[in-house]
């Protein structure tokens, strides 16, 4: 897991972390590969107090804190959606140019 982490982030691929074992490898392919944690996204907190302390060792806030402890990548899950509309609202939400705003001191 660690491999895929460092490898993800040279070639710019976005990873969702989920859960503890995901955490510890992120921690390694960082000190592997620094700048690494740029490319990846916090799903969720693990109530795992060890999630938390590495999560803040990376510098990444978790998109939701549920309380979840369920496994199999269900806090990758959740967050999927809040990616999904953050990206298309990234895409295609409209610039005051484009919405005909002339006075943006208003």
């Known amino acids: 897991m660690t491999g895929y982490l460092a490898e993800a982030s040279a070639r710019?691929?976005?990873?969702?972390?989920?859960?503890?074992?995901?955490?510890?490898?992120?921690?390694?392919?960082?000190?592997?590969?620094?700048?690494?944690?740029?490319?990846?996204?916090?799903?969720?907190r693990s109530t795992e107090p060890a999630a938390t302390i590495a999560l803040a060792s990376l510098g990444l806030?978790?998109?939701?804190?549920?309380?979840?402890?369920?496994?199999?990548?269900?806090?990758?899950?959740?967050?999927?959606?809040?990616?999904?509309?953050a990206a298309t609202t990234l895409a295609e939400m409209a610039t005051f140019d484009s919405a005909g705003v002339t006075d943006r001191d208003a």
Do not use: K, M, N, Y
């Open 12 to 44: 710019g691929i976005p990873v969702i972390l989920d859960g503890i074992v995901s955490c510890a490898a992120a921690l390694v392919a960082e000190r592997l590969s620094p700048g690494a944690c740029d490319w990846w996204v916090a799903g969720h």
């Open 61 to 85: 806030e978790p998109l939701i804190d549920l309380g979840l402890r369920l496994g199999e990548g269900t806090g990758a899950l959740l967050a999927i959606p809040l990616l999904t509309a």
